[in-house]
């Protein structure tokens, strides 16, 4: 199957004035709800950031994908959820693009802008990073019930500094609201992983260490550059059957 793409106007879509060829990648969250024929009929890609002509073209190709749908007594049923969008846009030198969209996941999000957690200060002055993430059980109200660390990287082996990384990432996200995943309707719960990066720019280069290595049967791919939320396991029962991207 061929990719699905559009062509667009890159100062329209971006606001770019670049005449160089490039490609660049984008991951966002599309809020999505999906028929009980697993049409997606409505998408609203959900960053702050995102001129409205790329917001849309995003929207249009996440509309074609078809999912075999959820399912409540036994029946195909409607689905609320969020997905997770690899967005690719190849920009020719003339400054028009070819927008591709390609499902990831799909799962429980942040509810709106979500406070990150602050900087250890200790950690700030000693140039010290962090990759952090942790599990969060959300409930049908979107409240996390329950928040575990999942594993933690660092450029300096520091257990003391660990600790307060794992401790202030936990805290935070137990404060966090998540848009729960509905079926016919109803909110469902649901686990994710929330990946945080704590990077500080032209800081020391270190080699990086696992303080805490994620549990061996956990095969989650986490892009600590967007931050995005993992889900584990599928509350709703979706399953994609074609974005056009594959094969």
């Not at 969209?101 to 799962?107: D, E, I, S, T, V």
């Not at 019930?145 to 401790?167: I, P, Q, T, W």
């Amino acid at each position: 199957m061929k990719a699905q793409r559009l062509l667009i106007l890159i100062p329209l879509m971006l606001g770019l004035g670049n005449a160089q060829a490039e490609r660049r990648e984008f991951t966002y969250g599309v809020a999505a709800e999906i028929d009980a024929n697993g049409q997606v009929v409505h998408a609203d890609l959900k960053a702050q950031d995102v001129d409205e002509a790329f917001a849309s073209t995003i929207e249009g190709l996440v509309k074609q994908w078809r999912f075999r749908p959820a399912m409540a007594d036994g029946q195909p049923a409607t689905a609320t959820t969020t997905l997770t969008t690899q967005v690719v846009v190849d920009i020719d030198k003339n400054q028009s693009a070819q927008v591709t969209a390609r499902y990831l996941r799909h799962g429980a999000a942040p509810d709106g802008v979500q406070q990150p957690p602050r900087y250890p200060k200790d950690a700030m002055r000693s140039q010290v990073s962090a990759e952090v993430a942790v599990v969060a059980t959300v409930d049908a109200e979107g409240q996390p019930v329950k928040v575990e660390l999942h594993s933690l990287m660092m450029n300096l082996d520091d257990a003391r500094l660990g600790k307060r990384f794992a401790a202030d990432t936990m805290e935070t996200i137990r404060r966090w609201k998540f848009q729960p995943e509905q079926v016919n309707g109803r909110p469902v719960a649901s686990k994710v992983v929330v990946p945080i990066k704590y990077t500080i720019r032209n800081g020391a280069v270190r080699n990086w260490k696992w303080m805490v290595k994620p549990p061996q049967e956990a095969e989650v791919a986490l892009d600590f550059a967007s931050q995005q939320p993992v889900a584990l396991g599928n509350a709703t029962g979706l399953e994609l059957i074609s974005d056009d991207s594959q094969g």
